[in-house]
């Protein structure tokens, strides 16, 4: 396993960044090859393209944030490995890196140590910019409560292969124009919807409780993110499932998850606790309370 604490990262040359971050860059420009002559684009193309943003947007939503990074419901080891193959198909990365990054914003948000922080470092640098930071490596020491299950180490390191393997079945299945449009184009989309989440929400909507940092409420973001654009909610207090705390607040993923809680596949799930949600409650000590089990762990390592 690799130790790399952000804290100590050396620092990368602007070639090497440069190098890492072109395949990405060309991947936005890949849907355009379906205007190519000789590519039919049918409808099932566009019905593929809507679904797969769709679950796997929920998949980084539900299993990415609110079960590997905060632990906000419980679930069988099986199901745990079934969920983390799933959330890799959104192609960012293992579910431990992701986790591990995420934690690390919670605990730092919004300060120089943070490591998407449109406060401090701009727009562009917390949308996509910082995966290119040095951030490539796995911080073990913020997910000791995952780390212990080698299956799930096994999935980040080849956290490339559940998206390889979904692009190819799409291409079996659907030819070019599925792969290009089913798969890349919606691809592209859940980054950016995913990634508005660092930036825009720490920027643009409403600030409803008092946080140690920027973080805001947006319906617009909700409804992109399935849930996420309550994310001044969700800084407030990390430790429940639903991060809509109003009947009003849309979270279509906390709604997947009850479903799943429904037939016996998660349980545990949590609900904000009414200070919560009425404003009252107080985080006591540091930066981390309100966190759930796994969330905790960072404030002991770090
Ligand atoms: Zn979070
Ligand atoms: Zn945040």
Request: charged share 20%; proline share 5%; aromatic share 16%.
């Amino acid at each position: 396993m690799v130790e790399v604490r952000y804290e100590e990262r050396p620092p990368k040359t602007r070639l090497m960044v440069w190098v890492e971050g072109t395949p990405f860059i060309l991947l936005h420009f890949v849907p355009l090859l379906a205007l190519l002559p000789g590519i039919e684009v049918r409808p099932i193309d566009w019905v593929v393209c809507a679904a797969l943003y769709f679950v796997r947007m929920f998949a980084v939503t539900g299993i990415y944030h609110r079960y590997f990074s905060h632990r906000t419901y419980k679930t069988s080891r099986v199901f745990q490995f079934l969920m983390a193959v799933l959330a890799q198909t959104s192609s960012q990365k293992g579910a431990l890196w992701w986790a591990a990054h995420h934690r690390h914003h919670h605990k730092y948000s919004d300060t120089p140590q943070d490591v998407h922080s449109p406060i401090q470092r701009g727009f562009w640098y917390a949308h996509v910019g910082w995966m290119w930071d040095n951030t490539d490596a796995t911080d073990y020491s913020k997910i000791k409560d995952l780390a212990k299950y080698p299956e799930l180490v096994f999935l980040n390191k080849v956290w490339w292969l559940p998206p390889t393997l979904l692009g190819f079945a799409v291409w079996l299945s659907l030819g070019w124009s599925g792969l290009l449009i089913g798969f890349c184009l919606s691809t592209v989309l859940l980054w950016h919807g995913t990634f508005t989440i660092n930036s825009l929400t720490h920027l643009f909507g409403k600030r409803v409780y008092e946080t140690t940092d920027e973080s805001r409420n947006s319906f617009l973001l909700s409804l992109v993110t399935l849930g996420e654009g309550w994310h001044n909610n969700h800084h407030y207090y990390q430790a429940c499932t639903r991060q809509g705390f109003h009947w009003w607040q849309l979270d279509i993923t906390y709604y997947i998850l009850r479903g799943l809680a429904l037939v016996g596949l998660i349980w545990d799930i949590r609900e904000p606790p009414r200070e919560v949600v009425e404003g009252t409650w107080r985080p006591s000590k540091h930066r981390d309370a309100g966190a759930a089990e796994g969330s905790g762990d960072i404030a002991k390592a770090a």
